[in-house]
């Protein structure tokens, strides 16, 4: 076994992988309204038990709850950012899909578009921007709109 680390990448990526309570109702999230693709899945019994979801280079995975999910509220605490190139493209198109995303603002040098998935999971699309700190996207589009 070799220590150089350099010349021997194992890991490929980290995939998000969610416990949800109503598969149907996420794979509509996930694909109706982010544009997700359904690359593969586990079907038991008939039903979609577990998938796997790709969007661009971008990965998920989902899981239904077999029996009674746990009492504590899912989603509390996890986020899940994905890096994009034009995340104000991704806000457009998730709306017009009839998603409800929070409007975009700009955090950390990054645009940011966030919004929650039915069980409570928070889902951020960001890209970088030079736009100032804190601008939110209706302010910053009527200021585009007079230039």
Known sequence: MSNDLKDNTNVKQAVPFFMVVNMDKS??????????????????SGKIEWCWLQLDNASIMLQEY?????????????????????????YNQITLRGLLPS????????WVVGLK??????????????????????????TNKMN
């Open 27 to 44: 794979l509509n999230f996930y694909i109706n309204g982010l544009g997700f693709e359904l690359k593969n899945k586990w079907e038991p």
């Open 66 to 90: 077999r029996q009674s999910p746990p009492n504590e509220k899912l989603g509390e605490g996890v986020s899940v950012c994905f890096m994009c190139e034009d995340a104000l493209t991704i």
């Open 103 to 110: 409007e975009p603002f700009v955090g950390n040098n990054l």
């Open 117 to 142: 998935d039915p069980d409570g999971y928070n889902i951020y699309f960001e890209s970088p921007t030079d736009v100032p700190e804190e601008t939110l996207y209706s302010e910053w589009l009527k």
